[in-house]
């Protein structure tokens, strides 16, 4: 059955700036999804067999390797495809191979792919072109003339070429004489990246993601993957159509075409024209439906007026071509020179569009360049480690109108509903995959020195003098064993408190339970009488005289250790009471994102809404159990998904 496919476009302006039009593409909130017809393309060189966690000492370091945790990602991505899709595995180190040719997502051939994916092992060196011309190859070979589908690739790889076979002119050049040899067939597909790690060279994993209508993206570290793969996935689920192209023809007959990508179910994209409707002809917007190319036109004689599209819309502009001047800078010039250039035009742009900030998506583009696009080009090793390549991903995402995290601000208002919804789908099946089989544990110890990790978000030297780092992990917590008191007077262990359960704060308060946090590692525990939690963790005097926060160690020498700890986030009041076996009088604890100032008490990450924020874009945090570990070194929070 062929899939009519439809899109609604109109102009707009802002009657102020007349010169400013917007063209509003949009696909309908009903529309069908296209089919999937995807080949995956892995990287299983030797170097994917490295540490999955880079930035971890060795003694903290769990056995998960790149390779599982991108095998992991892929189980992931299975379960969540139905039997209208099909599935091809492309491997290759310096050869490629055909891991699993293209069979239809039935459950059965799921469960079958699924069990060649356990054989899978690293080895050898890296050539990349071998495995994309093979994942080209295959997915050509698949196409049918008349079976509507949306096809694509997604590579997956740590690094650049090792291979003494890599291609002379480089692959680049043989991904273009590719496209040339299959000009028409190439309009019609999409190739997505996925670089893992800092030793990757992203500008050419960018710039093959580009000529193939994709996107590349990077994940720093293992607690990304799982977010980016969710995103990328439900992207691709609910595409209603791809490689779509405006067209605007002048009336000197000249003629420009812009690539925008994709557009999901029920999304909303704007594309700014950059030239007088005066001077033009026509404009026309082409999009392949999965079967065909499908060309409208655009009514230049309406023109709406819509203030709010026009300015966000311009300001996604100027964030473009502002990222685009500063890759651009740090790639020609010294990091002496465009780092502080890259900062300078950061700061440029929120001067630009800060007069407009109560408009959501300015909002959240003021945000991330405050954030992390500041933060990537803010000192030179973190440039080096992880920034550049930040930046190229953001700016494909941002140009693609696409989420490929839950960490940036701006991007999240590109979703539409039937994105959402999937993502959330996509999000179960992620939680009830059974978790990366680890291999045995190194015996941690608690140590003070460490590599700094990667993507870091806040500077430890702007925290107030009251923080406290004796641990490695700075997440103040509470003992799995120990209880509180509920809101109906009952009593509860504190590692069987789940997300709705209602917990008593004292004082006649009450606050509801929206995530508990589970946090691995060595704790120093401080137990007092009976009720056991992190040295460092504030908790009120127990003299009633006083009215002042205090730290455990301070007032009881009973000390252990315990290699997990809980903390909650609560709706409101933010504290809970710690039951005590000899005595009647609770602890009075503070939990996290509490607001609370003065001295001990006060944080200024856990005890604000930054770690709010920061838990929200974990998968797993609207299903109210998580699994986070807060790094002094990382300086926000490593996130992953914990069935507890």
């Known amino acids: 059955m062929i899939i009519t496919k439809m899109l609604r476009l109109k102009l707009v302006n802002d009657k102020n700036t007349t010169s400013r039009n917007v063209l509003c593409i949009s696909a309908p909130e009903d529309g069908e999804s296209l089919p999937q017809k995807t080949v995956i393309v892995i990287d299983y060189s030797g170097s994917m067999s490295s540490d999955a966690t880079p930035g971890l000492p060795e003694t903290e370091r769990d056995g998960i390797s790149i390779l599982m945790l991108i095998i992991y990602c892929i189980k992931v991505m299975i379960g969540c495809y139905s039997k209208k899709d099909s599935v091809s595995i492309v491997c290759f180190n310096e050869n490629a191979q055909l891991y699993f040719p293209m069979t239809n997502m039935t459950d059965a051939n799921k469960n079958k792919l699924l069990s060649e994916l356990e054989s899978i092992r690293a080895g050898g060196s890296t050539r990349i072109w071998s495995g994309i011309k093979m994942g080209l190859d295959t997915l050509k070979n698949s196409f049918q003339v008349n079976k509507q589908c949306n096809q694509t690739i997604m590579v997956f790889t740590d690094g650049k070429d090792e291979s003494a076979n890599k291609p002379l002119r480089g692959n680049i050049y043989e991904l273009d004489g590719f496209i040339r040899d299959n000009s028409d067939w190439c309009k019609t597909i999409t190739m997505n990246t996925v670089g893992f790690g800092n030793q990757l060279d992203s500008k050419e994993l960018f710039e093959m993601a580009e000529r193939l209508n994709g996107t590349f993206s990077h994940i720093p570290e293992s607690s990304t993957a799982g977010t980016i793969m969710i995103n990328r996935l439900a992207t691709d689920l609910t595409t209603y159509g791809n490689n779509i192209r405006v067209i605007a023809t002048m009336k000197d007959d000249s003629v420009s075409s812009t690539n925008i990508g994709s557009i999901c179910v029920g999304q909303n994209r704007t594309h700014p024209i950059c030239h007088s409707l005066d001077n033009t002809q026509k404009i026309e917007v082409s999009m392949f439906n999965g079967l065909t190319h499908v060309v409208t036109q655009v009514d230049l004689t309406t023109v709406t007026e819509d203030k709010k599209t026009v300015l966000e819309c311009w300001a996604k502009l100027d964030l473009i071509k502002t990222i685009e001047h500063n890759i651009d800078k740090i790639q020609t010039t010294s990091p002496t020179v465009s780092l502080p250039y890259c900062t300078v035009q950061f700061a440029n742009f929120r001067t630009r569009n800060e007069m407009n900030n109560s408009y959501p998506y300015i909002q959240g583009c003021l945000k991330d360049v405050d954030d992390q696009l500041r933060k990537a080009v803010e000192k030179e090793k973190w440039c080096a480690a992880w920034g550049l390549h930040y930046l190229r991903s953001y700016l494909h995402t941002t140009r693609k109108e696409i989420v490929n995290n839950f960490r940036d601000y701006a991007i999240q208002h590109f979703a539409s509903n039937k994105f959402t919804d999937l993502q959330t789908h996509c999000e179960k099946i992620f939680l009830a995959t059974p978790p990366i089989p680890k291999k045995t544990p190194v015996a941690r110890t608690n140590t003070s020195t460490s590599t700094p990790r990667l993507n870091p978000t806040i500077d430890t030297s702007t925290l107030s003098s009251n923080s406290s780092f004796e641990n490695r992990y700075f997440g103040s917590c509470f003992h799995p064993e120990s209880s509180i008191l509920m809101a109906d007077g ?155």
């Not at 704060?505 to 009488?529: K, Y």
């Not at 809980?566 to 504290?575: G, K, M, S, T």
């Not at 699994?627 to 992953?640: K, L």
């Open 490 to 644: 009952s009593v509860k262990t504190v590692g069987k408190v789940r997300k709705g359960d209602i917990v008593s704060c004292g004082d006649n308060r009450v606050a509801t339970v929206r995530c508990v946090t589970f946090s691995p590692g060595l704790f120093e525990m401080v137990d007092i009488d009976g009720f056991s939690l992190t040295s460092t963790h504030p908790i009120r005097s127990l003299d009633p005289n006083e009215n002042k926060w205090v730290y455990p160690k301070d007032i009881s020498s009973n000390r252990s250790e315990y290699d997990q700890v809980v903390n909650f986030l609560l709706d409101a009041h933010h504290e809970i009471l710690g039951v005590r076996s000899r005595s009647l009088t609770p602890v009075r604890c503070c939990t996290l994102a509490h607001g609370l100032k003065g001295e001990v008490i006060e944080h200024d990450y856990l005890g604000t809404d930054k770690v709010t924020r920061d838990l929200e874009k974990i998968p797993g945090f609207y299903c109210g159990v998580i699994s986070v570990c807060f790094t002094r070194e990382h300086e926000y929070i490593s996130g992953v998904v914990s069935i507890v």
